[in-house]
T-cell receptor, first 115, second 111 residues
């Protein structure tokens, strides 16, 4: 069964600190991996999308890494801000291509940034 | 501004009642999707549509129905056959199957 597991389930950090979120997946074959940010009561917003040939991609203070051999990805947040408080979701696209809706979602990591 | 609009933001359903959630996009995207989100779980696909007048069941279609009469619209009906409908519902659209745009969601509660 294709799965996406994220850790930790929740994380609390102080403003200005860095943090790293983890994502392990078993989806195979693999097309691409996405990280989304979801604010409470809102829809997810895309942060990064990586294909199997990419091992790192940045979007401002967000940097995602991908190791397709070990089927692991991480999202590193630098110099956290209060507005980073949200759920971060790892999503893996498998066979059939994304146009067929073949996305497997992780359960998300809830990040809370305290002043 | 282009985007995807879901309405209402909050919806309350009585036992045995059908309710319809609206999803409209002005992005000229061909594909549209409905997902259900429960606490502590990943999003699960309910239905998807790649072209007008055509749609496919996702992983948890039982108790739900959809229509795609217009490219811009993909309403979801939660029927009385759905025994546990309380959840956060998200609509999404995609042009090329690569980039997804999500709506802001509808929170459905059974009262």
């Amino acid at each position: 069964k294709n799965q996406v597991e994220q850790s930790p389930q929740s994380l609390i950090i102080l403003e200005g600190k860095n943090c790293t979120l983890q994502c392990n997946y078993t989806v195979s074959p693999f097309s691409n991996l996405r990280w989304y940010k979801q604010d409470t009561g809102r829809g997810p917003v895309s942060l990064t999308i990586m294909t199997f040939s990419e091992n790192t991609k940045s979007n401002g203070r967000y940097t995602a890494t991908l190791d397709a051999d070990t089927k692991q990805s991480s999202l590193h947040i630098t110099a956290s801000q209060l507005s980073d408080s949200a759920s971060y979701i790892c999503v893996v696209s498998g066979p059939g291509g994304t146009s067929y809706g073949k996305l497997t979602f992780g359960q998300g990591t809830i990040l809370t940034v305290h002043p | 501004d282009g985007g995807i609009t879901q309405s209402p933001k909050y919806l309350f359903r009585k036992e045995g009642q059908n309710v319809t959630l609206s999803c409209e996009q002005n992005l000229n995207h061909d594909a549209m999707y409905w997902y259900r989100q429960d606490p502590g779980q990943g999003l699960r696909l309910i239905y998807y549509s790649q072209i007008v007048n055509d749609f496919q069941k996702g992983d948890i279609a039982e108790g739900y129905s959809v229509s795609r009469e217009k490219k811009e619209s993909f309403p979801l009906t939660v029927t009385s056959a759905q025994k546990n409908p309380t959840a956060f519902y998200l609509c999404a659209s995609s042009r090329d199957g690569y980039g997804y745009t999500f709506g802001s969601g509808t929170r459905l509660t059974v009262v």
